[in-house]
């Protein structure tokens, strides 16, 4: 079945394996007027770029995005858009001997076992390269809700055991650190903890949190369409996430109700406020209009150079080493990627609440 | 905009208020000829009933299901199943002052800020009762899945600090716990931490756990409709749901990828194995053929018998006492409403998978 | 696969069988706030009440509707409603002899097909009683659109060979006329030849006409999801529909160019209006604020007292004579079905349009 | 809202304007394992290619096809299919002066009515150029059903008033026409007739007609899935098409139940079969095994070449003479465009169908 395509109204469709001969999106229900160019959406994608920091796998793509349809004379039509990005390096000779195996962590054995056989270069389809589609999409998304005085801002919060410390934390920080933290002493440390993964031929995991801010309450579609519940599968649906949580997340199991509830209060404007945010931003499945808060757990990369045990194809035992060089932490190119799918679920979200009051629709076909 | 549809080929459809003339279900989908019966649907539906333990409030509802279409000669037809529970507590009156101001830790306000107004009457759509409609949806996919020799289990893995030992627990034990944790000794101590909790007015949290198997290996749709991100978004659409986890969950962002990587392996059947399970079951989003882990946070009850400080709809912030009874904990009633979802969501995994493949598709369609 | 639910954004769930326990629909997605009672939905359903005149099947069934959910002093909330209906005659016993054979005509051989065997009383799920749903649904629909100053009138425009002519033709005698015709004169001669077919124990077809006005222009979405693809989908799921045509239909197939474009003309208040309407309202998918004009041809009733050959399930071919009494034609009592239908459809594309366009979102979010 | 994306398992998402950068296609929810290249979907693509014949548009467009995605080593790989045509002709020029103003028949009013703007080189998004991703796509779908055994044959049924004899009609003549018409001598009386059209600066209308052989019984999910609707919706989201028609269509309104039923008997190998098509092989929605008939009714090209009435923007009535060359018919390129529709909509309830027998299921995850 189809698995390409997320959201329902606001909706992309991506495409593309890491060794073929490009990838790309098509972003469907955008509304007609919005300003993009492919100027705008290359800033997001420089972000997630291969060889951006010492980190990063040094893989040599330009990564440039193609605008080829959707938008005239520098505004979206409504139509849909369709970006591409060419992949440069299609060489797939490093990648024959991964085609009898099964590297541990990734998705080669479940990807033989669905289909039957798989584009084995570079992990084709389950490859984080897919990812350029989703941020590619996310960029429009972002402008978007910029356009509705929307932010949404994430970062690494840690990475293995680094944490950043809210206290020196800024979000003027996060595009200095080249870990995304914004917290640059923490930064620092981690680097020095990656630095040390890396001389162990290992790699290591991390958490990233978003914030969002300016939502309106009320959006959500109860039950099943909440809030919480769509940002948990568009955070679940990016390659290595284990875990996801919004506001206090899993704290709250040992909490007590009085603890964990938040007292409504006016503020000074007579707007209704929270006087603390436990709930993370979302009651009921519904943005109750304070920041919205969310995680989400990467695991480590799996790819190390260390030998591992696993099976070939010809039903043998076998111990590997996986050759090439590999990001010894997904976290940091993953830090735009949790942006933009939390704000095509936003975008998706906004979209749906609108039919919600007769009063409101009767304004909008007022004539 | 809709958002009590779930599903995309096994689709049901709830709906009901807490005090409203009754909760139903439709399901949609489900192939014909598998025997269901209104018993087997409630005995699904006896374990989350009210009442049913001290911990539970003691509405008094029979909740006895009614199946209305769908199901002739004691097998599904293929055709729409609806399902019907007729609420017997309908008084409103309990109920009238909640209507002027926004409980804490509740719905009241976003459902104002989204609708206008709300049915008020017990948390209207909001309530737990809503849980209804899913479980018996549950049931039918439940008893599907047994006939593919896939079970699914779930039990509270921890109540407030009280958390169950793997060395003593057995799922055995499940329906003898009143909080339905399979570690007996583990649920005594529960208890006692909730009774301290009730005389304090109090409540509390705790985590679920659910175990998956039988599971084939490749079942989930790259990229955005993987199976780990389907049952998440399915998981987090249970109200007080904060937290989601696959496998090592939210351990992993601390791990190496040495210790995260789970080795495969032919076991003495030349079955493909993996010899640890961090990954959960589940890798690059398809099923990997081991046992499905997860876990759901739920927060605690956020109707307790303490004055809270909130708002009114008159713009006044003030304290108030909520009356009625209400359960101190949320989590043994949830667990199988987090069994039903997961349940549901293979269901309809199962299904979009079986156009995979081009050989079995032609030997689906042979004649 | 689900096939009960239509529509994208106000989703209606429908289920039931002509001789199980009940008939019903779910209305998922409708905005709240809007005015709906027992009373409103029940005069809807009373224009497709068996029994209503000579040439309907004398079936007794009351037809009262009982809205469950979603609807609070007396505006929907805006989350679902449920609305059921209960089957009074399900006696079964008539129809034990159509479950061993297929009649002409029916869905029995396909259903069997499909699902194995068939709740064969009555027609079970395909029969005409499950429109039940649609029109309930249709209901609110109606009464929505007509706050956006939208109608939707629908008549029977010819009875086999005897069409309506317009000059006599008037909205005012639809339901003046047992046969939903707009012109009384050719409803008598309808009515004649009706009765010669009953005498003769066969059976009619006829054509329904549709005209929505007040519709605002640019709705519908290009290019799969065309007002007219959506419209022609709803009327053709209808059983018993066989053709549908927008404006002109079939007629544009011999036409020039020349006769078939509508000019564009500016009028006294400068609104773009057309001078002709050969395209039925609908421009390049999109409605053109004319008045939209569609048509279903409907299929003689497959039900006569006529000797028929077919097989049965013992591998014979056998002659039939169908017992009971039946509607010697179907057309009059799916007009209000077609209305429904096209209700349905308009408001969900009236819902899809509201995110067309940054500055009418931006207006809509401001704060 | 999204508009672009057609299908439910088997999901297809175009894109691209008429004087774009290209025109493109992703198809999602292709089994693994389907042999495809570009070479193969050339050739359909080549039967909608402007110039091929002296009745089509001039316009110079080699319409190279160009796979980015999805087939690895001959054969497609489970995941999304981008295909991807470059458009040669850009130049924009020729289209200025049509901005200003609302061509008759076309969508130019009614996009700015949707948009606030619109793209209006060549029609933009509207431009029959669309059709260019519905065939590729439709490509595989028809390679897919060949492999079942399935398949899909369209011609020009008629062309203004001249219309094909039957007994003079073979498919294998189609491909010989030039107007794709399977009765020769039909086809170069309406070479003719449409030599004459243009003579006259004007255009005309015609009748596509579609068989399939070889569906299997049971297709289409009842109630509002049913394999007629969703054929009429893909039918119908072509442009030009303004009615549809399933097996007698609109003449089963002067029909009896006598003459319309089809009566059931088993041939000579004990098959189920029915001994008269008026049913065009649909009954109750599901395919009844039979040969299944459709009629789509195209409109004249709207572009002629005589002075015409209509509006410009600026609030003025004004007389338009529409520039450049454009086909005085839209039939004969439209016939692949009906054979894609239909292909991908066989393909997508074929897929649907799969979970609807619990003892199918069974087998088919047995291990």
């Known amino acids: 079945m189809s698995g390409s395509i997320f959201g329902k109204q606001f909706q992309i469709s991506t495409w593309g394996e890491s060794h073929g001969k490009g990838i790309g999106v098509t972003v469907d229900g955008c509304p007609a007027g919005l300003a993009i160019s492919e100027e705008i959406v290359q800033q997001y994608l420089n972000r997630r770029k291969p060889g951006s920091n010492p980190y990063a796998t040094p893989r040599k793509e330009s990564d440039t995005i193609h605008i080829l349809s959707g938008v005239f004379e520098g505004k979206t039509t409504g139509t849909s858009i369709c970006m591409l990005v060419n992949n440069e390096t299609q060489r797939s000779s490093d990648y024959s001997e991964i085609a009898s195996y099964y590297r541990p962590g990734h998705a080669d054995y479940t990807f033989d076992a669905k289909y039957g056989f798989r584009d084995y270069r570079g992990g084709g389809r389950s490859s984080g390269r897919e990812t350029l589609g989703r941020v590619a999409a996310g960029a429009i998304a972002m402008e978007l809700l910029k356009q509705l005085n929307i932010t949404v801002t994430a970062y690494s919060k840690s990475i293995g055991p680094i944490a950043i410390n809210y206290d020196n934390a800024s979000f003027d920080h996060i595009l200095q650190s080249p870990l995304y933290m914004p917290d640059l002493e923490a930064s620092s440390k981690a680097e020095a903890y990656l630095k040390e993964q890396m001389h162990n031929f290992d790699s290591t995991g991390g958490v990233i949190e978003c914030i969002v801010s300016g939502m309106p309450a009320g959006i959500g579609e109860p039950v099943f369409e909440k809030l919480d519940a769509n940002l948990a599968k ?6 290595a996430v284990k875990g996801f949580e919004i506001g206090d997340g899993f704290d709250v199991a040992t909490k007590k109700g009085s603890e ?14 929270k006087q603390t945010n436990h709930s993370g931003g979302i009651l009921g499945g519904l943005s109750d209009g304070s920041d919205i808060i969310l995680r989400a757990a ?44 939390v704000a095509l679920t936003l975008v998706d979200m906004l979209f749906a609440n609108m039919s919600s009051r ?6 909008f076909y007022e004539r």
Not at 234 to 239: K, R, V
Not at 260 to 273: H, K, L, Q, S, V
């Open 260 to 273: 964990n509830n938040d007292a409504f209060a006016y503020d000074e404007n007579g707007t209704i406020t």
């Open 358 to 363: 007769m009063d409101k629709l009767k304004t």
């Open 234 to 239: 568009a955070i679940m649906s990016i390659g």
């Open 298 to 341: 990467i695991k480590p990369t799996p790819s190390i150079f260390q030998t591992q045990h696993t099976v070939n194809k010809s039903g043998e035992n076998i111990d590997i080493n996986i050759k090439g060089r590999h990001d010894p932490i997904i976290v940091p190119r993953a830090v735009v990627v949790v942006e933009s799918m």
